[in-house]
């Protein structure tokens, strides 16, 4: 049975930046994640996104953070437990005890949560049901496959924005498309791609896919898109990027007594949730006032790492001294 001070669930950012500063304060430390490489949702979806609210850092990429992070946290000497579920959670005098999927128990002083929206699959675009994996994807994990195509991506959040900006210099031709006249992401993003060769078209779904040899496995070559009171529209398309979010919840996490808002966590100041030695920080986590920002995740695991450094010894103290000093 393996044993750690600190157990954390989740190795995006905030779970990473965790780890480094468990082990700034001395503590052991495991990490575990259900998916099979470090960086979270970052590596499984946004890996060439740039980042913009990072300190130090006007703009990163995705892949260069946890990159970044990854080395920080080596300096903590983690054990991993990659591709692995949190099952079970279990007191005991003076510890927890969480169950993997894989039937491994690890026993840790403390227990921090940091698993992001939790389990999370993408909503479908019923148009493209038969198509994914034939020009229908769901998220762009790197540019390189789209240079010289014509893209559609279906949504209006920041992940549709971001994408259609870094695509159109590497594209054909890129077509948004969104049911609505507003959007969800962020206005200098949209400005950005208004303010592109991005062709915008809202007030729009679109109603079917077409291509070559569908029902053999071909691959998609076109769309129809239907505007409200409009004649529908035809646009060529060797890749459809469906950004419609995720569906998301907290999985096992929900079975062990967690106080949530069934999407989150809900936490005190101190990162601390209802349950004894157990701790949430980053975008799983609620409390009046939340901002759900990489940069604010990072601050919240230090905060939690310094709580839970006490729970694991009363004689410790909560603030660790000035990372400055010798």
Do not use: C
């Not at 060439?48 to 920080?72: C, M, Y």
């Not at 990659?82 to 227990?111: K, N, Q, Y």
């Amino acid at each position: 049975m393996p044993e750690v001070d600190l157990l954390i669930i989740g190795a995006g950012p905030t779970g990473l930046y965790a780890a480094y500063y468990a082990g700034f304060r001395g503590l052991s430390v495991g990490v575990v994640d259900s998916l099979p490489e470090l960086g979270g949702q970052i590596t499984a979806m946004y890996p060439e996104k740039a980042i913009l609210d990072v300190a130090g850092f006007p703009t990163i990429k995705g892949r260069d953070l946890v990159e970044g992070l990854v080395s920080q946290a080596a300096t903590a000497d983690p054990h991993y437990f990659l591709d692995r579920t949190a099952l079970t959670l279990a007191h005991g005098d003076g510890h927890v005890v969480v169950g993997l999927d894989d039937g491994t128990e690890i026993t840790a002083g403390a227990l921090l949560v940091t698993a992001g929206i939790g389990k999370f699959s993408p909503r479908p675009l019923p148009a493209a049901d038969g198509w994914v994996g034939r020009g229908v994807e769901f998220f762009v994990p790197s540019f390189a496959p789209y240079a010289g195509k014509d893209v559609v991506i279906v949504g209006g959040g920041d992940s549709a924005f971001d994408w259609a900006q870094h695509l159109e210099p590497v594209a054909s031709s890129v077509t948004l498309v969104h049911r609505r006249d507003a959007f969800r992401a962020h206005e200098r993003t949209v400005k950005a791609v208004r303010d592109s060769s991005v062709e915008i078209i809202t007030r729009a779904q679109v109603t079917a896919l077409r291509g070559t040899d569908a029902d053999g496995g071909g691959h998609v070559a076109e769309v129809e898109i239907t505007v409200d009171g409009q004649e529908p529209l035809v646009r060529p398309a060797q890749a459809v990027v469906a950004a419609l979010g995720f569906v998301a919840d907290l999985g096992a996490l929900q079975t062990w007594g967690l106080e949530t808002d069934k999407r989150h966590v809900v936490v005190d100041s101190a990162m601390r949730t209802n349950i004894e030695r157990v701790f949430a920080a980053g975008d799983i986590t609620e409390y009046p006032g939340k901002v759900r920002l990489i940069a604010v995740g990072f601050g919240e695991a230090a905060t939690a790492v310094n709580n839970a450094a006490v729970a694991i010894d009363p004689s410790a103290h909560v603030f660790p001294g000035h990372s400055s000093e010798a």
